[in-house]
């Protein structure tokens, strides 16, 4: 991963990188975007607003006006049950919580929150929402709950996120994210003329703000997802380093109400995340997929029969085997597919397998012969949430680590990425297999073929990114891909039919799909061979060149 790697990757983080809090918070309530700055403006991407306070992309107005538009959208809606609130252990996320309060509050929105001083992961909100909906559904006209969760995800120390759930309790759709941003940024260019808000005091005060137990519904409830008696009895030793993350109490808990041999490495909580080491680029990320983020787990595997981790707001998981270490994500998510739909016999007999198109095409592999179909789709988690609401998807997973799946009686458990349960799956998978998910990918590649796999980035400017983004089918004239007869060329997801902002070309044995980066000057190419590495050194080499000839024939 990453073209230029740091020197300092994987080793700790020294003390010249590590943010000054103090500087952050006050930037955070100092600085006033300007919204005719494009930089400055509310723009959701697929995980909501991000930014940093240092920047003027992620400040107290920023969050004012987010939340104004947000209940404006509710009222429009007719959406009248809690919200949800939820907040990760990034520096910026308890100010931007407050600041959310004090106009939700103003707005008369019936708000839960965790007790004083917790932190709530991004699937403890998802749970909630789809608890209350799912109790409340029955009785008439109920008001429907949504959330919001404060975090950046696994983003640096510097940088504030912000993530609205709509009622089906996955990340919202462009078409609500879009709506909202303008909305907020009309907000910041009146100079907030039309914000309600009252002071922070009042707000926690207000008979509308709730306390509620997120992590007591939750893990209460994991045996509903996760065969819990199983890992139990098997007496596995398991390790889970919560990355200083929002789930940092859940594990012991987790530990002592199912009764597991669970050890958690650290539950050191600290805004500059100084005990990280550095992912590939020098930067502290949090990141659960990231072999230069997670050597301290790596370096404990041998501690245990399976370790774990989750980023900031464990809505992604990281899965460390003694015998394979870091497994590559889609390694995992292959025999997580395999072994769940195997394993779930009340699952019902259609619901299928969904997956990213940069995902792995090892999963339409282990799908046919489960003889399950695959509900490929663009980047995004939001384009699974109503599937896995309906119960027409069992799993839904993308390359980056993240996935949800449904309970072990068919019905909903997330509608957002869950880290933790899928964490927890690999300590059932080798319970009830008696292998590990690294012994199992082997046994799953020796049946399926073995897939080499690897991203490479270039630089694009805003202009080579549209057009990437715009590229149609025609504007690919090769018609072979390193040496095999191209098979496909689409821009649209097979799955539902949605723009992949991009362009996929597939050959029987190898692929490669191109998409502009959402948040930096560069494009990605993900490439995929089931013929070996050179195969796929030659895939990445020949994309790079089709993809370049398009984006110059697209400038002139």
Not at 142 to 158: C, E, F
Not at 233 to 238: A, E, P
Request: proline share 6%.
């Amino acid at each position: 991963m990453g073209t230029h790697q740091s020197p300092l990757a994987g080793q700790p983080a020294p003390a010249s990188v590590l943010i000054d809090v103090d500087k952050l918070l006050a930037a955070y309530f100092s600085e006033r975007p300007d919204p005719s700055v494009a930089a400055q403006r509310v723009a959701f991407g697929t995980s909501g607003h991000r930014g940093s306070a240092l920047d003027v992309s992620f400040n107290e107005w920023h969050v004012l006006a987010i939340n104004q538009a947000i209940c404006d959208h509710r009222r429009a809606q007719g959406i009248a049950g809690p919200l949800f609130l939820g907040i990760d252990t990034h520096a910026l996320s308890k100010p931007a919580c407050d600041s959310a309060l004090e106009v939700l509050a103003a707005n008369g929105v019936e708000v839960m929150l965790a007790p004083v001083g917790e932190f709530t992961p991004t699937p403890a909100v998802s749970h909630a929402i789809l608890v209350h909906n799912r109790s409340n559904h029955s009785s008439s006209g109920a008001a429907q709950a949504d959330g919001i969760v404060v975090t950046p995800s696994h983003n640096p120390p510097r940088d504030g996120g912000f993530k609205y759930n709509p009622p089906h309790g996955g990340p919202a759709g462009s078409d609500i994210t879009q709506a909202i941003g303008a909305a907020a940024n009309r907000y910041l260019e009146q100079g907030l003329k039309g914000v309600r808000r009252i002071p922070l005091a009042q707000a926690l005060r207000a008979s509308t703000t709730y306390r509620h137990d997120f992590l007591r519904h939750y893990v209460d409830d994991l045996d509903h997802a996760i065969d819990m008696e199983a890992v139990r009895v098997s007496g596995l030793r398991l390790g889970v380093d919560p990355l200083g993350g929002a789930g940092v109490h859940y594990w012991p808990a987790i530990a002592e109400r199912w009764r597991l041999d669970l050890t958690v490495l650290s539950d050191v909580v600290d805004p500059q995340f100084g005990f990280m080491t550095l992912d590939w680029d020098g930067q502290i990320r949090m990141d659960p997929s990231s072999r230069f983020a997670m050597q301290r787990l790596i370096a404990a595997k041998d501690r245990f029969d399976i370790g774990f981790a989750c980023d900031t707001d464990h809505d992604r998981h990281g899965i460390v085997t003694p015998s394979a270490g870091l497994l590559a994500p889609n390694h995992y998510l292959s025999v997580a597919v395999d072994y769940l739909f195997r394993h779930r016999p009340q699952w019902g007999a259609h619901a299928a397998v969904g997956k990213t198109v940069v995902t792995t095409e090892l999963i339409e592999r282990v799908a046919a012969r489960l003889k399950r179909a695959v509900f490929d789709v663009p980047v995004g988690f939001k384009w699974f949430s109503q599937g896995l609401l309906d119960g027409s998807l069992g799993f839904g997973g993308e390359e980056s680590a993240g996935a949800a799946f449904l309970r072990r009686d068919g019905t909903a458990w997330t509608t957002d990425k869950d880290g933790m349960t899928a964490a927890l799956l690999a300590a059932e998978i080798t319970a009830v297999t008696g292998s590990d998910p690294g012994r199992l990918y082997a046994a799953l590649t020796a049946d399926l073929g073995e897939p080499f796999a690897d991203r490479v980035e270039a630089p694009a400017n805003a202009q080579q990114k549209q057009a990437l983004a715009a590229l149609s089918a025609d504007q690919i004239t090769a018609t072979t891909l390193a040496g095999e007869a191209i098979s496909s060329v689409c821009t649209q997801a097979p799955g539902n039919g949605a723009a992949i902002g991009g362009i996929k070309v597939s050959a029987p044995s190898g692929w490669y799909a191109a998409r502009p980066s959402g948040t930096e000057d560069i494009y990605k190419i993900y490439g995929e061979s089931f013929r070996g590495a050179e195969h796929l050194a030659q895939i990445l080499a020949e994309a790079q060149k089709t993809v370049d000839a398009a984006l110059q024939a697209a400038s002139n």
